[in-house]
């Protein structure tokens, strides 16, 4: 092993690095500076006698301690008694300590377990409990309760941007709300589904996520969310599967199906039909290949558009007049899988290749399918949410913490700047996204 690393280095080939974070991925680790205990900068040089010293970049020894998700201290305040009068002098708490028995950093975490890593209520109350600092589930729901009410209003408001996105995704997946399964038939109306929506929408740089638990598919979520859309605006694209329940029924969109969900059609019958799938799927391929050049290369939506147009146009054209021959021509079966994956992609030909008729048009939905997997996750973590209120508060802080993700911000300091700050929230909950509220943190410290 070692003597085939010293020939690819002979070699100039590129070789894997060892794995290690270095000391700029630990953003939130305390940085403590540690000066040269006899020289500082522009002294003599000790070994030469001649030179002077210049500051280079400091030298890093990275300590990792582990502790409970939630610490704790004990403040015992020192208390004397007069053994005449029976006065009670308790000394002074010290400064800084705070009224409340759980920070803000307390109601930030216990979110970011539960809605962000799947971590349920009841596994950090055995946890917490093992470390000797106990926090009951029913602690933990009042903490992310209380929270949630405070910082309600910024997540309106990521909804009502959301609404104006360029380019919205969605699609759903199954959930469970305890309080609605067991309600009887005749009050739970006509639908007894329930699912969980994932809605992510895109403007420029900016990408939304959005997470509706409840009796609705994902179209008629995404219709809740575009009645606060501009009107000027006019309709976003919107990617999504070819089930018509994805659809928004009161407004327009300019639709875009997946061709990834016509693909893996042909990909689950490749060993049944190995020439005809191979044919689907090596087209498919140059054409996402073409997609990845546009990227690499930066190019902007109208470039991306033309460069499709240019070099991807005929294959999907020629894939569809051969998908089209094997049917008219009798050469399978139309009642078997290949069949059926091939009908399924002539018929929703036209919004699958959207992407070579308007710029930013996507290609898939894998950045939707991406985010619902994190509403999987909790679902299989946590199994359900109790109530409809419970669903609420769930949406709220899966969707403000996968935002926070998909625009690179920290959720745990996003989830504590919101409490600490709560009282401004309301007047300009616009000011306090992701992406900016730090201007408005800067701002206050000025």
Not at 122 to 149: C, F, H, K, N
Not at 296 to 320: A, F, G, I, V
Request: hydrophobic share 35%; with cysteine.
């Amino acid at each position: 092993m070692l003597k085939e690393k010293k020939e690819k280095q002979a070699a100039g080939k590129e070789t894997k690095g060892h794995g290690r974070n270095g000391k700029d991925s630990y953003t939130c680790a305390d940085k403590i500076e540690v000066s040269h205990s006899s020289l500082k900068e522009k002294d003599r040089c000790p070994a030469c006698g001649k030179g002077k010293l210049y500051a280079l970049e400091p030298a890093a020894i990275i300590r990792i301690t582990g502790n409970a998700p939630l610490a704790a201290k004990v403040y015992e305040l020192e208390r004397l008694r007069c053994n005449l009068c029976g006065q009670v002098f308790t000394a002074t708490a010290p400064e800084g300590i705070g009224e409340q028995k759980y920070d803000s950093a307390s109601g930030a975490i216990i979110a970011l377990l539960k809605y962000g890593a799947g971590l349920p209520f009841y596994r950090l109350d055995s946890l917490q409990q093992s470390l000797g600092i106990p926090l009951p589930a029913s602690t933990q729901w009042e903490i992310v309760e209380q929270v949630g009410q405070k910082i309600d209003s910024v997540y309106r408001q990521l909804v009502r941007q959301a609404a104006q996105g360029e380019i919205i995704y969605n699609d759903d997946t199954i959930a469970k709300i305890l309080d609605r399964i067991n309600v009887d038939d005749d009050k739970k109306g006509r639908r007894k589904g329930i699912f969980t929506s994932g809605i992510l929408s895109v403007s420029g740089s900016i990408k939304i996520a959005l997470f509706v638990t409840g009796h609705n598919h994902a179209g008629e979520n995404l219709a809740d969310i575009l009645e606060k859309r501009n009107a000027v605006l006019g309709p976003p694209i919107q990617m999504c599967d070819a089930l018509s329940r994805n659809i928004p029924k009161e407004f327009e969109t300019i639709l875009a199906n997946c061709i990834v969900h016509a693909r893996r059609k042909f990909v689950d019958i490749n060993e049944s039909f190995p020439k005809e799938c191979k044919l689907v799927l090596k087209t498919l391929e140059k054409v996402y290949a073409n997609d990845a050049y546009t990227k690499d290369k930066n190019m902007s939506p109208q470039e991306r558009l033309k460069y499709h147009q240019d070099n991807s146009s005929t294959l999907m054209e020629d894939l569809k007049t051969w998908l089209a021959a094997q049917l008219d021509e009798k050469n399978i079966e139309p009642n078997s899988s290949l069949g059926g994956a091939i009908s399924y992609m002539l018929k929703h030909y036209k919004a699958m290749t959207l992407f070579l008729r308007v710029a930013k048009a996507p290609l898939d939905n894998n950045l939707c399918e991406q985010i619902l997997k994190k509403a999987i996750l909790h679902r299989k973590n946590s199994l359900f949410y109790k109530t409809e209120y419970g669903a609420y508060v769930g949406d709220l802080f899966m969707s403000l913490i996968f935002t926070c993700n998909l625009c690179k911000v920290n959720p745990f300091e996003y989830l504590k700047a919101l409490q600490e700050n709560s009282s401004l929230l309301a007047d300009n909950p616009q000011k306090w996204m992701p992406w900016n509220y730090k201007d408005m943190i800067n701002t206050a410290e000025e």
